[in-house]
């Protein structure tokens, strides 16, 4: 195991990706108890923002530039798609029964994904991103590619300007307070539909973070991206505590880690065909959610019920 | 005396179920007001509806001169109406001054709003102790009074308390209603929910008993007391 701290690194990188898309998750559930499994696709429409931004810009232009504003088309594409699911697909099943709006969800996924397959120019296949180039950094043992460190610096930003909006802005306790009890939320004067678009809108902004993430990456944007990741960071969602928005990096982070750890060290054992290793990458992460769901159903830092007297 | 609100012939229904059938009332500014009645008379579906969170299916409501059928329910407290709900609601996860707060959550004034939190302790000098703890860890009276704390941060020309001596001890009781008293004294109009029909009809200047969607009886709060079927149905005498 001389390669731990390489792989720790791996996990973590990797966990932070999962936490930036479970916060869309976690913070869509804890304001409207919908599971949005559109989400993914959220993600993977802002990966594709991004690329039409990358391919709009002249050639030769430096990524310096081209990262941010990848990064501002992303974040558009996601936003609307996102505020205008909520409006015109959620918001009118709001008192249908549960069932109603997850259907919804789901069909809504498989939509957006042929959408862009079959009017994204040559989405059929997967296209190219961009990355960073130039050599790895190493620290000490551990070796670090260029195109995740835009990651790396991304995640902790974007979470504590989660954390600073939530907890001191007038807007972040209307939230609070409408995820505690929506109708009494009404009752003080807070417009809770625009707490509703707000939580969709930052869910959405943060996906198409990781999307550019991703991107950088993978060297790549597909329309199925979002399937895969998307199950993962809901996984992530419900592992750390499904309403909480730290539950949710944190559930990342410990879902990067068991993936990379287990992908290493899990090897293909002698006489058993087709286990562990690579090819049950994404294995482990649903090994982990039912572990989760068996032991702790309410999550790391999630909150039994019963905090109502 | 000038009403401050105006019911007439308010409707509500749940699906296919009609709730409130047709009642009217009114609430005099500065007075205390109660609706009485047992449990599923629509009282509480009379107050959901008069501060927004239900539509009537027919009937006016008029607020201060103002109608309110149609005035979505995160607008209404800014019109003065504030309601502290049944069972409290107070939010578990916030702090006590959180919660207070989150009652002038429309208030611009702050140097007003600070004012009004030490106002809020003032009267209930417990919460004023516990400022920075979860409110989900107080008793059920601390609770109570935390809502209608909050429910004051909006200085309302109308309170609504809906069932604010629900589940609590006698003394804490007394206390809630001694708060009661305090606030009509210093002038706010208050319309009361309760089925603790002795304890607030003896604080009330107008009294509505509500029976199966319907106001079946009326009067000050010591004629109903007096009253030979309010005795029996809701005092429990017989």
New interface residues.
Partial sequence: MHDLPQQLANGLILGALYGLVAIGYTMVYGIVQLINFAHGEIFMVGGFGALTAYLALPGGTTLWLAVPLMLIAGILVSTLVAVGAERFAYRPLRSAPRLAPLITAIGLSIVLQQLVFSFYPDAKKARVFPKIPGDPFELASVTIQRSDIFLIIAAPICMLILGWFVARTRSGRAMQATSQDPDTAKLMGIDTDRVIVMAFAIGAAFAAVAAVAYGLRTGQVDFRMGFILGLKAFTAAVLGGIGNIYGAMLGGLALGLAEGLATAYIQHIPGMHLFGGGAWKDVWAFVLLIVVLLVRPQGLLGERVADRA | MTALLEVENLRVSYGKIEAVKGISFTVNQGEVTTLIGTNGAGKTTTLRTL???LRPTAGKISFDGQPLNTV????I??LGL??S?EGR?I????TIE?NL???A??RKDQAGITADVERAYGLFPILGERRKQAA?T???GE?QMLAMG?ALM?QPKLLMLDEPSMGLSPLMMQKIMATIVELKASGTTILLVEQNAQAALSLSDQGYVMQTGQIVLTGTGADLLNDESVRKSYLGED
Avoid: D
Avoid at chain 2, 72 to 75: E, L, T, V
Avoid at chain 2, 91 to 94: A, S
């Fill in positions: 501060s927004g969170l979505p329910a995160h607008k407290v800014s504030a309601h709900p609601h939010f578990p996860r916030m959180e707060l989150l009652g959550f429309l989900g107080l008793s059920g609770q909050r909006s």
